[in-house]
């Protein structure tokens, strides 16, 4: 057996994929088995995204991988616990958290303006052992669409409770704080979660960086806003697999849409794995005119709660002619882009295919 088949078929023993003619393929393929996280050097472990690409050339699975600092070491793939039996929530620099996934509901317009971003406080809380709450300011800046800032209504802190789950004890310390602008109030929430075994933590710090913002084994957060609360995790998009999609519509204007996320399983009508993505930048061409997005409060996604029919919308500062907004929905309305003006009317709607 040649070399390169050997490495194809143990390739395709950890990876799950198919092969096909000679060649490795991802059709069929999840990658959802990442290695387990390592011990880079005494004091770094290196963690592994939950999810991960296939590469078609290869047909391996590929992941992403973030180095954590441990403060008190690392050894046998984890950060060492704190001696004090003190728990601690870790913030990074710039982590910044963002409504995702168009998980506020169908249309793709009401999750462009139910968008919200909250930027956080870098350091570490520590939270003392048997002390039920903790005063915290974990929160900079909150802004709701369509980019301003709102202003805290009152100061807040982190509320621990406990409870078993199937052998283990849940600790869980929620912060909650609400935010007004002009007439809107809003509501943020941060949750550490920590799992204890025979007394032990599995580990004593909660590190918000994107694995842990992404996987939320260990943490939960969401933005709302009256009855609707949509889940934030990183806005670090990039951390997440890059798609893009290009459409040539009936009235001449090419649009290309280029998308951040991850593969997930629907279970309704029936299952399947569908690509629940951020839309992160649109470009359209429209007759000698381009303009490309980039601002995450302008441009918005959506994914009909059954995995099918995506949504997209962008839209420009500077018009294109007199569009200053573009949006589909395939899931209500088909494959057909809707353009609006500066007043929100609008002004033309064309049908689309994508480009071969």
């Known amino acids: ?60 699975c ?33 982590t910044r958290l963002c409504t995702l996934w168009g998980w506020g509901g169908d249309s793709v317009v009401y999750n462009w303006e139910g968008k919200g971003r909250v930027t956080l406080n870098p350091g570490t809380i520590v939270f003392p052992k048997d002390q039920v709450e903790v005063q915290a300011d974990p929160i900079a800046l909150v802004e709701a ?6 202003d805290p209504v009152a100061p807040s802190s982190f509320v621990r409770t406990a409870e078993e789950q ?17 007439d809107r109030t809003f509501q943020v929430a941060l949750v550490a979660l920590y799992r204890f075994e025979g007394g032990v933590p599995n580990s004593s710090s909660v590190v918000l960086d994107d694995p842990t913002l992404y996987d939320w084994t260990n943490y ?7 009855w609707s609360t949509i889940q934030l995790i990183s806005c670090h998009f990039e951390y997440l697999e890059a798609r893009e999609r290009t459409i040539l519509v009936d009235n001449g204007d090419r649009i290309s849409f280029r998308m951040h996320g991850r593969e997930e399983e629907f279970t309704w009508p029936q ?44 839209h420009f500062d500077q018009p294109v002619g007199d569009v200053r907004l573009i949006w589909i929905d395939e899931f209500s309305y088909g494959w057909v882009v809707h353009y609006q003006d500066g007043s929100g009317q609008e002004i033309e709607s064309s049908p689309y295919v994508d480009a071969p």
């Open 62 to 94: 590929n992941y992403n991988t973030t180095e954590r600092s441990c403060t008190y070491g690392c050894e046998a793939g984890k950060c060492k616990p704190s001696p004090t039996g003190d728990l601690e929530l870790v913030i990074p620099d710039n």
């Open 271 to 314: 299952p399947s794995m569908v690509f629940n993505f951020e839309l992160t930048g649109a470009r359209i061409e429209r007759g000698a005119e381009e303009r490309v997005v980039e601002d995450f409060f302008d441009l918005s996604s959506s994914m009909n709660h059954h995995g099918c029919c995506p949504g997209y919308l962008a």
């Open 166 to 182: 199937g052998g283990v004890e849940l600790h869980t310390y929620e912060f909650v704080q609400d935010f007004t602008c002009q």
């Open 220 to 226: 939960r957060g969401h933005f709302g806003e009256n």
């Open 145 to 150: 669409w369509p980019g301003v800032s709102a």
């Open 1 to 60: 057996m040649s070399g390169r088949l050997t490495t194809i078929l143990l390739a395709c023993a950890f990876a799950a994929c198919s092969y096909q003619g000679g060649e490795p393929s991802c059709e069929g393929v999840i990658c959802d088995s990442p290695p387990a996280d390592t011990c880079k050097d005494p004091d770094t472990l290196l963690v592994y995204a939950p999810t991960g690409t296939c590469d078609p050339a290869t047909g391996e």
